[in-house]
C-alpha cells in the first residue's frame, strides 16, 4: 500500500479522493498512457495539443528553445491535456536548460567550486523562478553523483564534485532554491553514476562500490534528501551488483541496469531507503536499457520492476503498444500500473493541483523573469568565485600586452559552440591591445615542423589553448583530439619549454592527464559568457582567483603537478 499521507505526497482526505477518482476513471489504457512523459520535439501549439488530446500522458519534456514560443506551446497543453501533466526540463545550469534567453549560470562543479552552498541555492531561485516563468512544475535536476572516475565523460562538470558531503550540501540547497517556486525538483541517477569511466547512454554502466562503500558515499545524499521530502528519483541504466546481491545472497552474474531491476528498485530504494515518491526511468533510447534486453519486454517490465513513469521514447507508438501488449501478457501487472499511477496523480495532487492558479503565477512569475539582470548578477558574481588556478608554476600570470603581444590562440574542440567561444577570447584579448592569431592546421603546418622552433618563438610570444571539450552525452571519452603530423607536429603543446603557454579550460577539468607538461592551467568548468568575462578578467590580472577545485585535477598523476 502506498500512503499517500506521508512524504512527498502529505495528502488530506479530499486529495486523497481526487486520486481514486481519477484512477477510477481510467481504463487500462489510459492509466497505460499515463507512464509515459515523452520528448514530441515540437513547440506548435497546434500538434501538441493534438498530441495530449490523442494521449492520456502523465507528462512532457522539453528542451531549450524560444521562450515566448515555448510559453505559448505548454498554454495550449494544460489547455487540451486531459489531466494536469508534469512538464519538464532539464534544469541543471540555470534557466537556459528551458530558454534560449535563459540565465546560464554555469555547471554545477562551477557552483561547487565557489565552496558557497548559498551559490547553489541562488541555482535553485533562478532555475525555479525562470522554469515558472515559462509553465515548468518539474525539473531533472540536481544532479547528484559523484565524480569518482575522471575518465567518465558523462558525470564530470555536470556533478558537484567527489566529495559526497560536498553533494548533499550543494543539492540540497539547489533543492531548497527550487522548491520556493514550486518547481519539483528530481535527483538523479539512482543508484549513482560517476564510478564507472563509460557513458550510460551507449553502454550499461556499473556501479561497482560494496554496500559499506555506496552507504559512506552515495547513501550519505539520497538517504537525507528521501528524509527531507524529495518527491523524485530518477533511476539510471546502471548496474550495481551489490545490491543485486543483498537480496539474492548469491554472485551476480548478470548485467541488469536499475531501471530494470527489482532488487535494485523495488527492493533498496523503496524498502532500504524509504522513498514513497515517483521513481522515473532515464531516458529510454539510451543504449545502456535498450542493449540488455528486447525492448517489447524492457517496455513494461521497468514499471513491472518498480519504475512509475517512462522517460522519452524511441518510436511513440510502438513504445506504447510494447507496454499495453507487456500489459495484456502479464509482464506488466495490474497491481504495479495501478501504483504506478496512484503515484503518479498523488505527486499531481500534492504538486500541481494546488498551483493551479495561472493568473496568479502569470503575476508572480512573469515571462520577464526568464534572463532577469539580478540572475545575470548572481551568474557573473558565481563565475568570479568559481574559476579556479590549478596551477601557475611558471609565474605567467598575469599576462600583459607588454610582455605577450603576440598571441597564438587555440581552442581544442569539434563542437558548436566552438566558433562563439574562440570569438570571445578573440575580440576582448584584441580589445586589451593583444595581436592574436588563430590557429588553423591547413595553414599553419610548416610553422610547427621540427626544424621551425627558432621561427616559432620569434613568432609568438604567448600560446593559449582553450579547452572547450563539452561535457556532453554520447562520448567514449572527453579529452583533447589533437591535429597530429608526426612526434612534435602540429598544435600539440611541443613548445611549453620554448614560450609561454597557458591552458583555459572551459568544460573538462581533467585536461592536465593530456597536458601535464603545461604549467599554468585555470579550470573554468564551462563555456557560458559570464564565465569567459571572468576568466579574461584574472588573467590580466584584473580580479583575483577564488576558486577551489572540487576534484583532483591532477588525475592522481605526480608529473601533472610539476
Known sequence: MIDLKAKPFNLEDEQIKWVQDMLNSMDDEKKIEQLFCPLLFSNDPGYLGMMVKKYNFGGLMFRPGKAREIKTAIEAVNASSQTPLFLSANLEDGGSGIANEG??????????????????YQLGQICGK?????????????????????????????????DSKVVHEMAAEYVRG??????????????????DGRDQHLVTSVNTLTLDAWEASFGSIYRPLIDSGAPTVMVGHIAMPAMEEFYTKEKCKKVIPATLSKNIVSGYLRKELNFNGLVITDASPMVGLMAVSKREEAVPLTIENGCDMFLFTRDLEEDIQYMKDGYKNGLLSKKRLDEAVTRILALKAARILRDKSAEKNQKQYPLELVGH??????????????????KDNAKLLPISPKKHKRVLLQILGGFDSNDRVYKHFESKLKSQGFEITKYIPETMETIFNHSQVRGFKEKYDLVIYIGNIENASNQTVARIHWHT?????????????????LFISVGNPYHLYDVPMIQT??????????????????????????????????????DAQL
Not at 133 to 159: C, E, H, K, Q
Not at 178 to 195: C, Q, R, S, W, Y
Open 485 to 501: 603530423l608526426f612526434g612534435a607536429g602540429n598544435n600539440l603543446p611541443w613548445f611549453a619549454q620554448e614560450v609561454p603557454t
Open 103 to 120: 540565465t546560464y549560470v554555469g555547471r554545477q562543479m562551477l557552483l561547487a567550486a565557489t565552496g558557497n552552498k548559498e551559490r547553489a
Open 373 to 390: 539582470p539580478d540572475h545575470q548578477l548572481m551568474a557573473k558574481q558565481i563565475a568570479d568565485e568559481g574559476i579556479t588556478l590549478v
Open 130 to 162: 525562470e522554469g515558472k516563468a515559462i509553465g515548468l512544475n518539474l525539473t531533472f535536476s540536481p544532479i547528484v553523483d559523484i565524480d569518482m572516475n575522471y575518465t567518465n565523460p558523462i558525470t564530470n562538470v555536470r556533478t558537484y564534485g567527489d
Open 521 to 558: 592551467y585555470i579550470n573554468a568548468y564551462c563555456h557560458a559568457p559570464t564565465v569567459i568575462d571572468a576568466v579574461l578578467e584574472k588573467i590580466l590580472g584584473k580580479s583575483p582567483f577564488k576558486g577551489r577545485s572540487p576534484i583532483d585535477p591532477y588525475c592522481g598523476l605526480w
Open 178 to 195: 527550487l522548491e520556493e517556486a514550486n518547481v519539483m525538483p528530481t535527483i538523479k541517477h539512482f543508484p549513482g553514476d560517476g564510478v
